[in-house]
């Protein structure tokens, strides 16, 4: 019969919680008693056998679904009205957000740009979004027939990109959670649209840059602005994203903007 | 395992920073389903124990004392609440795949599936207090200690119940012709 004693020093050196003192009376003991060596090798068999069975992923949108049951953030749905957070004139007229909001805006923002010349002054364009209906009773019009919402679900940024139209303007809404400092860059073709404003939903901190065809956010944690374009032309066009964060490409998407009719 | 990370963005939890809570639960959300999953099995179960987990760590946040471990205290209220499940639903010890209809397997590679399916069937085959030891121990990669705090058990008592399962486990395995 194997003694207790036995059975906790085989454990203790199976599970590395032994001591040097413990291994040499481990390893007396299974000199003595060729049983306890038999023992020692049946429970290491088990342990190799379980150091095999690798750790299950789990399953895609869990994470989301446990922040949003335990974080409630006010993310907007697409059935459900646009929170007063978000404040836009009803027409996006932006020297009137520029006088409205720069002020503020410009606290918080850092405003650049890079590449070959384009539109290098952008801080009349930046401002903070007030409702989008205005004094408007109608909708939101979603982007396509299904509308457009990607959502993002990795460990290191999580959260939901919204595209639709108001306005004649194509507004991607972000509305992302991050770990780590993560740029997002979006590139599109400045032919078939224009870059016409960002707005930062309430204490957001954001840095833009822009450059011709290509436009580069960045946030320490939370990215929750919008970026406003206007189409040129009734030809669709896509705007792809990029999401980086230490030079590494974390994720990317398409955003398709459909031809208008 | 971040130990002063974790008490900080408890802290900053405490403060009303959802944030990091958000932070929290990217960082644990992996090991807390796989030992709902090694637990339970089924992965809808796993699903809910986990949601569940997390939910109830978000409300006894104010309660949870920093010179415990906080995964310790998460991996407490997980393997609880895969226990409470498992009572709840009066699961049988003798577990067999075909007699379970509709269970959902995770993804796994077709080496893993072999294996896991043999293993998770032996796990099954023993008590939800054994099955919670050999989890934190092979799964969660727990100290005795850490079981001790998270079972609320001594862990002389971790021990003794440590080798007792295995020793389960093992004639289960040995049965199916794994070892």
Known sequence: MTDSRSIELIQARLDGEISAAERQELESRLQADPELAGLEQKLAALTDVLARVEAVEPPAGLRRRIISAVVPSPRRSNATPVPPRWRLPQVFGYGMAAAFGAAVAAIALQVGSFGEPGRTDVSALIGTMSSYRGSQAGQQTSVGESGQRIVLDSAALSGSIDTYSRGGAVILEFDLAAIQPVEIMADYSPSRLSFSGFARSGDAVASLNTGPGQLRMSAQKDHRYALLFNPDGQAGSIIELRFVADGRLLDKQSVEIPATD | MHIDTDIELVRQCRNGDGHAFELLIGKYEKPIYNAAFRMLRDT????????????????????????????????????????????????????????????????????????????????????????????????????????????????????????????????????????
Request: aromatic share 8%.
């Open chain 2, 44 to 179: 809808s179960d796993a699903e809910d124990a986990t949601q569940t987990a997390f939910m109830k760590a978000f409300e006894k946040l104010d309660s949870y004392k920093p010179e415990y471990r906080f995964y310790s205290w998460l991996y407490r209220i997980v393997i609880n609440e895969s226990i409470n499940l498992l009572n709840g639903r009066h699961q049988s010890t003798e577990l067999d795949e075909e007699r379970i209809p509709d269970r959902h397997t995770p993804e796994i590679s077709a080496g893993q599936s072999q294996l896991n399916t043999t293993m998770q069937a032996a796990l099954m085959a023993i008590s939800p207090d054994y099955r919670a030891v050999i989890v934190m121990k092979h799964f969660l990669e727990c100290s005795y200690l850490e079981i001790s705090e998270a079972l609320d058990i001594p862990e002389k008592t971790v021990k003794s119940r440590l080798f007792t399962a295995r020793r389960l486990l093992r004639d289960r395995l040995a049965d199916s012709g794994l070892l």
